[in-house]
């Protein structure tokens, strides 16, 4: 009988608790003047599309459902209720719930702006697509030696010798490629490398690198000034800035691969001039010709003697010189040409990366390196940080806001647009809607 009793009042207690959300949805309809008003046009004619029952107004689908018209003072409410149920997924899945028992006006808008604005998704929320990202070609000057690009590969096996990464050096015109083995990525063992590539080809003018501390370091830098070179450095975590060296990286790892002992690959290091020698007499796709014709003039004969080849190369082409700036001519138009494929390729198929001015808090992409430990869960990104500086080719100096360092080193970077993130959006800045936005569940 007591259990019986007990159960009873629970479900009294329910259908007051239930009157009380009702009464109170219906002060706060009641407060919300677009909706008091109307009711009062409800309570005297027909509204298509609205109607008032036991003293709520409801939007009305042309399927006769009915859907709670929100006040305005509850919004924010029901769509944090909604999408923390939902476990913070896009905006679209969040609307289709909304859209089962709620309407108010804009809610695609208002939703958007709130899920811009949820911490969880700020920092968990997968980053915009590749494609969200402007293609900006380093033009080229048709002559040697104008531009290098630098980088280390590696590192590598280190069983035979104390050699474990390469630092390779690539001429931005001619394509020619030069490859140091080296013990570490000092700065030291760096410039000891270049001035050996300056004494015996040329000092450059430029010099384009990634941001890793042998080429940040003072002791680069004034290797550089002293030298009348200009150094550019590209934005953090952005390897497509520095494509030239990375490709080249990318054939390194292949080849090294198949001409190395099969076990461990520990005779790299004895087979890295072969390697040189293949990717420079090798027909570039974008020159049109081998790197080592646009340099000398000449095909290298390389170590390895191949009498059959040789043999017709002497017999088909007496005359082996060859009109150095004629062929120079044809590369720099081949390769205005690609560039030009590459930009029109690039457009219709990407959209414009978002713009930040100086001053914006912002998120950035967030990067662990962290040895064992799990990156499953590790937030997409980290912030808030402040734009301090906009530079060309979208890119931003990004450093901690004043009086709040998260970290116990000063932040300061160069980061592309596309590893960015707003922390406080407006309605009309864009969202992150998610995999499946643009869908439009109220339609």
Known sequence: MGHVDALSRAQIALIIDTDEVEF?????????????????????????GFDLIDGLVYKI??????RLYVPTEMEANVIRVIHEKMGHQSVDKTISKLAMYYW???????????????????????????????????????????????????????????????LVVVDAFTKFVKLYPTNSTSTREVTAALEKYFYYYSRPRRIISDRGTCFTSLEFSDFISKRNIDHVKVAVASPQANGQVERVNRILKTMLGKVTDPVNHADWCKKLSEVEYAVNNSVHSTCRDTPSQLLFGVEQRGTIIDEFTEYFQDKLYPDAGRDLVFIRENASKAIEARQDYDSKRSSAASVKCKRYEVGDYVLIRNVDTTVGVNKKFIPQYKGPYVVHKVLGNDRYVIRDIDNCQLTQLPYDGVIEAHRIRKWVSKPDDGGIGGEDAGHDPLA
């Open 61 to 66: 689908k042309p399927v006769g459902k009915k």
């Open 104 to 166: 108010f006006p804009n809610m695609r808008t208002k939703v958007e702006v709130f899920i811009r604005n949820c911490l969880k998704c700020l920092m968990y929320a997968s980053p915009p697509r590749a494609k969200d990202r402007n293609l900006h070609v380093i033009p080229k000057v048709p002559l040697p030696f104008h531009t290098l690009h630098i980088d280390h590969f590696g590192p590598l096996p280190s069983i035979y010798s104390k050699r474990k990464h390469i």
């Open 24 to 48: 109170q949805i219906q002060i706060a309809q009641e407060r919300d003047d677009t909706i008091s008003s109307l009711r009062s046009r409800l309570t005297d004619e027909a509204v298509e």
